[in-house]
């Protein structure tokens, strides 16, 4: 978009602020042109904002964080990621603190920032002895589907004021995404109450949207693996509710899962925190969480 023409129609925008086809490429810095040159954060933040934009005329979306990743707590900013900042003319954004490794970057941008994390209901971050979590809050709010209606209304909402031209496209977009999440309900009967342990704090929202008993979630990073303490716990918990598997998260860490595993004979199954992949729009975070759930039925029968 112009810039001359974004400063106008910035001037009514409500700035909201905060803590791939296949996925574009990290754009140069943008021309003048009659674009909007929107820049999605995260894999979930690029499906989100591509299910709303669909179709829509004159909108480009790109996706910042596009390598395989498990985690960003020591995610780095790239020469590339920085010329993405610089280029975009509104940035979406999950907020919750997930994004602080740029907050330095947001502060010489001046493109609009849309949270998607406004009005979400938040829980409380799950941290474990020996590992560093500052965050107040857990950040993964995408991993429940009623959270993901909100940060749906959230793109929608920021976007229409941006461009009011294409306000009911993006509405209609916006409707027919959210009609395509939900759980099946039978499957959510059979998961309901199940004691479950994970190799990543990022299932949290995930276990309280499908009635998963977590017992408890540990978050290991590299120099920064679970203690002594904790795999012992781990193991009376095996031990004491007769779990037949414990997961990790696809990129994430699994020897210590697999450790557990050959002491006390239960199962190690991936589970995916959709912080990577293919293609755009809503489907894939669909398919994706539908997968979860018939992995934790298939591990946990």
């Known amino acids: 978009m112009k810039k001359t023409m974004l400063s106008l129609l910035l001037s009514g925008l409500l700035l909201l602020t905060a803590c791939g086809g296949g996925t574009a490429a990290t754009p140069a810095p943008a ?29 480009e979306v790109t996706r910042l964080i596009q390598e395989e990743i498990s985690c960003l707590h020591d995610y780095t900013l790239t020469v590339n990621d920085m010329k993405a900042i610089e280029a975009a003319d509104v940035i979406v954004m999950n907020g919750v603190g997930l994004e602080d490794f740029m ?13 998607c994390s406004e009005g979400v209901a938040l829980l409380e971050a799950m941290g474990h002895e020996g590992h560093d979590h500052d965050a107040e809050y857990d950040p993964h709010i995408w991993m429940d589907e009623g959270n993901v209606s909100v940060m749906l ?3 929608t909402k920021g976007l229409s004021n941006l461009d009011p031209d294409h306000g009911e496209n993006y509405e209609a977009n916006r409707a027919a995404a959210d009609a395509a999440l939900g759980y099946d309900a039978d499957k959510l009967s059979q998961l309901s109450g199940k004691p479950f342990i994970t190799f990543h704090d990022g299932f949290q929202y995930f ?39 414990i997961f990790t998260e696809k990129n994430g860490s699994d020897a210590t899962a697999q450790a557990i595993s050959r002491e006390t004979g239960c199962g190690v199954a991936q589970l995916d925190l959709v912080m990577s992949g293919e293609g755009s729009g809503i489907q894939p975070y669909v398919d994706a969480m539908n997968q ?4 934790i039925l298939e591990a946990l029968g």
């Open 292 to 295: 979860n759930i018939d992995t």
């Open 153 to 155: 209304e959230n793109i």
């Open 103 to 115: 907050s330095d970057a947001l502060a010489t941008s001046n493109a609009p920032v849309i949270d």
């Open 207 to 245: 276990a309280q949207a499908t009635g998963l008993d977590l017992l408890k979630a540990i978050e290991e990073e590299e120099g920064a693996e679970a203690s002594a303490a904790e795999i012992k716990e781990i193991v009376g918990l095996i031990g004491e509710y007769d779990i037949s598997a």
């Open 31 to 59: 021309e003048d042109d009659d674009t909007i040159h929107i820049l999605a954060t995260t894999y979930p933040i690029y499906l989100f904002t591509t299910a709303v934009t669909e179709g829509v005329e004159g909108v």
